[in-house]
Every structure is written in structure tokens, then in C-alpha cells.
């Protein structure tokens, strides 16, 4: 379900502050009691707000990261429903969950195939999948829309859509990230992607693993010393070496690289001097991401084993983008 577009919102960088998650839904009118109601299993919405709850209660986790975990689910699957399903490539903390890798996020983020990087044409794409009918419990708030060209981030520019939604009694902002122009290698493919609430599988194209690394890698490249995408540094640390096949790393390596026009060298040489630098600063987030069984506390070890794992793979890309 959804309501009708024509209002203002909000956007939020990419990593900056977090967007306003779970908030309770005010009485409609002065009948209301002061108090909102609590969400009940009279209906749909109420019974997922619910389930949520107790999955939460159960995982040691905050209501209102798998409310907002469960709305951005709730726009994948109009997003397979809708007409622009073979436009749209998913991408992003969203996908990981397709890994065994599902951590808190607050936007979807897509790459769209045919699609100007143009934000009227973003908002429009938006309004149409939210207002597909999924049957999940989920009201999008089209009058809460707002959509502005991505600046904070130089490495993934594009548009972003910001807007709400309604699960029972809670209120509930995330964003939509559009980006357009990048190259996927190898192409696109079929993903299932699990939900939080049953055994659905979420099947929307995507980018295949090897893409993923690749993005990750050169993004560590090319921000150097001064990077806090610290959830790339995780992702990586747990998805590397993996079932990935080691000609298609190479490959989406060496394209990423060209499109970006960053020089692919060893983790080591680029980061070195890092680990101690940000290891106060990795500490603090995966403490906060509660991380602490996937990747090691020390940060050194982190990149250690990242450069060790990887030097093979960018040393053979680097020699395929080589003239001649």
C-alpha cells in the first residue's frame, strides 16, 4: 500500500547521522486517545510489527533496526512486482544479507540500467514501486518524498530518495539510492534474498559476489589512509577468499578500477600505517555493530590478512589494464 506523493522529507548522507527509525505514529484526530494504541494481531500490520518485536527480543536486537531492515524488504518486493524489475540492480548492505552477511542499513541501494542520473525521473521510478501492493503490512508515505542528487559521496554519485513509511504503529524513514553508469562484470544475475520474518526468498537481480569485492577493494583503494567505511574493511574480511572464482574477482576488479580510474596496487602499500591510526575508531564500531565474532578486534590483523588475501588478484588486474 501507499499514500499519494506531494510533500516534503528529509535525506541524510551516507554516513552521517542515522535516519529517524521506529517512531510512533500520532492519532489521526482529536477522537484519538492521547496515547497510540499498541499494535495489535487484529491485523497484518500489527502481527509483523509484533513478530518483529519478539525476533528482536530473541536476536538481542533493537526493535527498530529489523523495523527498518523489514521496510527496506518490504520495497525490494514491490521492486520484483513492479515493471522496472529488469531496469534495477540490487546492491549494497540489502545484498548481504544473500551472503550470510545481514547487518543494519538504512537504504537500498540500486544501479539502474536505463535510467537518467536525473532526480525527477528517480522520483518517479520510486513512486511506482512503493505503490505496488505487497500484503505485507508496510504503508508507504508518498507525501514524505524527497529526492536530491547524491554529493556527500564521490565514489557512488547518483540520486537518493528519502521517504516514510508505516508498519502498525510505527513510523518509519529509509532511503533509495540510485546510481547510474557503473559497470557490472560479471553481469547482473538472479539473487534470492532472505527475509527476516518466514522462508521467503526475495528474488531480484543483483550483483553477482566478485562485483561486490571488487567495488569494496577499489573503494579502499582509492580512499586510501583516510577512509571510515569501516563496514567495507568487515564485509571484505569475511567475504574474502570465499567461493569466489578467481578470473571473475579479476575481471570486475580490472573494470572497476578503469571506470573509476584508480590504480590498482597492494592493500598494503596504499593503507600502510592505518591500522594504528584507525584502530581506536574500528574498535568503537564494532563494539557498536556488535561485530565481534566475525572480525578480529585488532585492526592491524584485519588489513594483514586483506592484503595477503588480495595482492594476487590486484597484481593480475593491474596487468590486464596495462597497454598493449
Request: hydrophobic letters at 45%.
Amino acid at each position: 500500500m501507499a499514500q499519494a506523493p506531494g510533500g516534503d522529507g528529509g535525506r541524510s548522507p551516507r554516513d552521517g547521522p542515522e535516519l529517524p527509525q521506529g517512531r510512533a505514529f500520532p492519532p489521526s484526530g482529536p477522537q484519538d486517545p492521547l496515547v497510540t494504541p499498541k499494535p495489535t494481531h487484529a491485523d497484518l500490520a500489527g502481527s509483523r510489527y509484533l513478530a518483529l518485536q519478539r525476533l528482536a527480543r530473541a536476536q538481542k536486537r533493537a526493535t527498530a533496526e529489523l523495523l527498518q531492515l523489514y521496510v527496506l524488504e518490504s520495497f525490494l518486493r514491490r521492486l520484483i512486482r513492479s515493471q522496472h524489475d529488469e531496469r534495477l540492480v540490487l546492491k549494497g548492505g540489502l545484498l548481504l544479507a544473500a551472503f550470510d552477511l545481514r547487518r543494519a542499513t538504512r537504504d537500498v541501494d540500486l544501479l539502474a540500467l536505463r535510467t537518467d542520473n536525473d532526480p525527477a525521473a528517480v522520483e518517479r521510478l520510486v513512486v511506482e514501486i512503493a505503490s505496488v501492493d505487497a500484503e505485507d503490512g508496510v504503508v508507504f508515505l508518498l507525501d514524505t518524498i524527497t529526492v536530491v542528487p547524491i554529493r556527500d559521496d564521490d565514489v557512488y554519485p547518483g540520486v537518493r530518495a528519502v521517504l516514510e513509511a508505516r508498519l502498525a504503529t510505527a513510523r518509519i524513514k529509509f532511503s533509495v539510492d540510485v546510481n547510474v553508469g557503473d559497470p557490472v562484470v560479471p553481469a547482473p544475475i538472479r539473487t534470492a534474498v532472505p527475509v527476516l520474518l518466514g522462508d521467503e526468498r526475495i528474488d531480484v537481480l543483483a550483483y553477482p559476489k566478485p562485483m561486490v569485492v571488487a567495488e569494496k577493494l577499489v573503494t579502499a583503494l582509492q580512499r586510501g589512509r583516510a577512509s571510515t567505511r569501516w563496514r567495507d574493511f568487515a564485509d571484505l574480511f569475511v567475504l574474502v577468499p570465499g567461493d569466489l572464482l578467481e578470473a571473475e574477482v579479476i575481471e570486475a576488479l580490472r573494470a572497476v578500477a578503469s571506470h573509476r580510474g584508480v590504480t590498482l596496487q597492494p592493500l598494503g602499500a596504499v593503507l600502510a600505517g592505518m591500522a594504528e591510526e584507525a584502530q581506536a575508531r574500528w574498535a568503537t564500531w564494532r563494539e557498536r555493530q556488535g561485530a565481534q565474532e566475525r572480525v578480529p578486534e585488532d585492526f592491524g590483523a584485519v588489513l594483514d590478512a586483506l592484503d595477503e588475501r588480495t595482492q594476487a588478484w590486484l597484481a593480475a588486474a593491474a596487468r590486464l589494464g596495462e597497454p598493449g
